[in-house]
């Protein structure tokens, strides 16, 4: 049981990408109650949080993002976005998604986004 992330791949700095994550069948009748997130991991560097999305539509983003990312849900696909723009190389990394509810946590198989200066 396994989210799908899509939507990497190499843009120009200032360039946009969209990310895109499905959940699981297995979750689909109880996705609006879980948080979703995106986090991601650059070389030689811990995994890190981007951005959260609560249940009920609360967000959270890392300050490095802050005004130009977007995380957004989509509670009737069982998906949850991420916009990101005005990219910078420093946002070079894996992207994941994930899902955590109470105990309960998954997460996808990660999407490369690379940022060339």
């Known amino acids: 049981v396994q989210l799908q ?3 990497g791949g190499v843009v120009q700095a200032g360039g946009s990408l969209r990310l895109s994550c499905a959940a ?4 689909f009748s109880v996705f609006t109650m879980y948080d979703m997130g995106w986090y991601r991991q650059a070389p030689g560097k ?3 949080l981007v951005a959260l999305i ?4 609360v967000t959270k ?3 490095s993002v802050k005004g130009r990312f977007t995380i957004s849900r989509n509670n009737s696909r ?5 916009q ?5 190389s420093d946002d070079t990394a894996v992207y994941y998604c994930n899902s955590k509810q109470g105990l309960l ?4 198989q990660g999407t490369q986004v690379t940022v060339s200066s």
């Open 5 to 7: 992330a899509s939507g």
């Open 24 to 27: 699981p069948r297995a979750i």
């Open 46 to 48: 811990e995994r890190e």
């Open 54 to 57: 609560s249940a009920d539509g």
């Open 61 to 63: 983003y890392a300050d």
């Open 78 to 82: 069982k998906s949850v976005s991420l």
């Open 84 to 88: 990101m723009n005005s990219l910078k």
């Open 105 to 108: 946590e998954s997460w996808g």
